[in-house]
């Protein structure tokens, strides 16, 4: 059985799996692990297809991803990116300023920007090598994050609270543009969408619910229609959220480290995988027979639940590989 | 309208965000005079600038800070509070200038090198102006050198630490050990998501908070300035 039945039987309540599969995020981390730097990862889609696919043997993991940064689509919206060699890349401009920008905001084509074609390049060769066989996981930006990308985070939030119509606007863009990507990806061959919405976790129920919510859940029923699945992924504690992030109708849900398993399962059901949720403070700082432990330990609490084991956000790039091997070997070894 | 009633109503236009009669926010006041207005109103009636400050402004903040310490309100709540203030501490700046009103203390604050992200720095710099301390922003990816200049040129200051990203916490470590190297009297505040008390005991910062109010709360004990 390749990695892909075996996720398909995860997703479909097989009961051919005894075990949970594992599958953290890798970014700085799988750059620096394959001799890379993290804007060659960030720039390059073959040097970052080919990190992920020696991260995937070396700690055996069950699926890879084209995750690298925030701004994919932020550069296609016609900001300036740039690429310090060891750090995220950073934004240099903010593309809306005032509600004027946002209504001449165009939403751009997604094979004519090099940053996402080099994501949708990235899933075709990802295809290519790994012949179907393993669960690839594309990346897109959700409606918020992207709009806090394009107006900056602090302007966006009290854009919610002062200017709903144009923040409507600009969600509304943010989505025809997730979209877009995600057909671009699952046409190349991905077979999961992650859906990064990180600041979703810092609004209330309300403003999440009145902005958010419907459009998660429009992009998610998108995806589905191609006959792919979506992960979503907010960072923080969004136990807050878990009753609407249900109504999204996500299938794999990324929990950070702040959020409760058990919590989250019974707010999600039962039926939706949920992706974390160790602290990767404690993956990258404590010993090997330590991660060891603390993994076999998380499994055995959650073992009534739907898991990929993962960290509860990315793994950093100083956590030592004997760290990730042993959070590996803990996972094989409750099968 | 009585003079605790001025304050009162500053208070209230900060605990929700209204910022002046302009403004849409909350959609249950507009059209309503907000902090702005209610504090020209105070000064106008005689009410000193000190108490404005203490009974209006740092009321409505203390307010803020608790409610977001429960969950009971989240950033885009409190960017609001923070504007409404805003509005309010324009109409006290001559009296900072003049020396009628006396801040708390300076606090240094910035996000350490490394990282970009400013949310949490802003919210507990907001929060920290709201409860009557003077803030020094330095901003973003700040370097240990920048930390110890702004030390240098403001003394006695508190100094914070932000990090978001896990991989930055390192740097976070190498600015406390410098800062302390340089003025072991100096007090660290950390905070952050991935920042944790045992991190903080461990690097030598004296306050990790989860949240602005918890270091507020922090620095009226040590300074007895509640």
């Known amino acids: ?335 | 309208m009585k003079h605790n009633e001025i304050l009162e109503k500053i208070a209230y236009c900060i605990e929700y965000g209204k910022i002046d009669r302009n403004s849409p926010f909350p959609p249950n006041l507009k059209g309503q005079d907000g902090a702005g207005e209610y504090t020209q109103m105070a000064l106008e009636k005689g009410i000193r600038a000190d108490d404005v400050l203490r009974m209006g402004l740092m009321q409505g903040m203390d307010r803020v800070g608790k409610k977001f310490r429960e969950n009971k309100i989240f950033v885009p709540q409190v960017l609001m509070s923070a504007k409404a203030m805003n509005s309010s501490m324009e109409h006290l700046m001559p009296f900072f200038t003049s020396g009628e009103i006396r801040s708390k203390g300076k606090f240094i604050i910035g996000t350490v090198l490394g990282d970009l992200h400013d949310i949490g720095k802003n919210l507990v710099s907001m929060i920290l102006k709201g409860n009557g301390w003077e803030v020094i922003d330095l901003g973003i990816d700040v370097s240990s050198e920048k930390f110890l200049d702004a030390l240098k040129e403001h003394p006695d200051s508190v100094v914070g630490l932000s990090a978001l990203l896990t991989t930055t916490m390192a740097n976070m470590k190498e600015t406390v050990e410098k800062i302390k190297d340089q003025n072991s009297e100096t007090c660290v505040a950390i905070g952050g998501a991935p920042v944790t008390r045992e991190f903080c005991d461990r690097i030598g910062a004296d306050i990790y908070s989860p949240d602005p109010q918890g270091l507020v709360d922090y620095l009226n004990q040590r300074y007895n300035a509640g």
């Open chain 1, 1 to 335: 059985m390749n990695k892909k039945q075996q996720f398909e039987d995860l997703a479909n309540n097989r009961n051919s799996l005894a075990g949970n599969l594992f599958s953290p995020i890798l970014m700085h981390f799988a750059a620096r692990h394959s001799g890379k730097t993290y804007a060659e990862f960030a720039s390059n889609y073959k040097i970052l297809v080919e990190a992920n696919i020696r991260a995937m043997e070396d700690f055996d993991m069950d699926m890879v991803s084209l995750i690298s940064d925030p701004y994919r689509e932020t550069a296609a919206f016609g900001a300036k990116i740039e690429f310090p060699a060891e750090a995220v890349p950073k934004c240099m401009n903010k593309v809306i300023g005032s509600p004027d920008d946002i209504r001449s905001l165009a939403v751009p084509d997604v094979y004519r920007n090099e940053r996402t074609l080099d994501r949708i390049r990235g899933a075709e060769e990802y295809s290519r090598i790994l012949k179907g066989e393993v669960p690839v996981i594309g990346w897109i930006e959700g409606p918020l994050a992207e709009a806090c990308d394009l107006a900056g985070v602090s302007e966006m939030l009290m854009m919610l609270m002062m200017d709903p119509g144009s923040s409507n606007l600009l969600l509304d863009k943010c989505t025809e543009m997730a979209k877009s990507f995600a057909l671009a990806q699952v046409r190349a061959g991905c077979d999961i969408i992650g859906m990064g919405d990180a600041v979703c976790s810092q609004v209330d129920p309300d403003t999440y619910g009145s902005f958010v919510k419907d459009r998660q859940r429009e992009i998610i029923s998108f995806v589905h229609g191609l006959g792919a699945r979506v992960k979503l992924h907010i960072c923080g504690d969004i136990t807050h959220l878990l009753p609407q992030i249900r109504e999204t109708g996500a299938d794999i849900v990324d929990i950070d480290w702040q959020v409760s398993p058990k919590k989250a399962a019974a707010a999600l059901g039962h039926e939706t995988i949920l992706c974390g949720n160790i602290n990767p403070v404690l993956i990258q700082d404590k010993t090997e027979e330590d991660v060891y432990g603390l993994t076999g330990k998380f499994i055995q609490e959650h073992k009534d639940i739907k898991l990929i084991v993962s960290a509860g956000c990315e793994i950093t790039v100083n956590t030592p590989a004997a760290n990730l091997k042993a959070m590996s070997g803990a996972v094989r070894d409750q099968w």
